[in-house]
């Protein structure tokens, strides 16, 4: 799956039946497989990923601030691809970080005490391309 993603940049219905093909399971489990791992994406994507930890700690530490600021900086809602393909924000499960809350990933990167001014100089990076 992981290679199959890193080739099209998601898994879309031909590379998931490809996989099952490849397997031998059937396309409904690579289906739930896709859908159990938060890091495998079924729809395109910027080309910058964004993931805000949706857990308890983060929650509580400021997650959903996060998730407020960059909506309004991107003017799109969470899931969706913004500032022309640049970039996608997306929710992801607890990260192990909740000692250091509010915690993301930039680009596959875990980064903990995430904070919104952080935020605003990442995004205005990444909207410029």
Do not use: K, N
């Not at 879309?12 to 039946?17: G, I, M, N, Q, V």
């Amino acid at each position: 799956m992981r290679l199959l993603q890193e080739a099209l940049g998601y898994i879309d219905d031909e590379a998931l039946h490809y996989a099952a093909d490849c397997t031998g399971l059937t396309p409904v489990q690579v289906e739930e497989l896709c859908s159990f791992y938060p890091l495998v994406l079924r729809r395109p994507a910027g080309r910058h990923l964004l993931r805000i930890c949706d857990s308890v700690a983060c929650h509580l530490a400021g997650a959903p601030e996060l998730v407020r600021r960059a909506e309004a900086i991107s003017g799109v809602r969470l899931g969706q691809v913004a500032g022309a393909g640049h970039y996608s924000i997306l929710p992801h499960v607890c990260l192990g970080l909740c000692d250091r809350a509010p915690a993301v990933l930039v680009d596959g990167r875990a980064v903990g005490g995430f904070s919104p001014t952080a935020l605003e100089q990442l995004l205005a990076e990444w909207e410029q391309g």
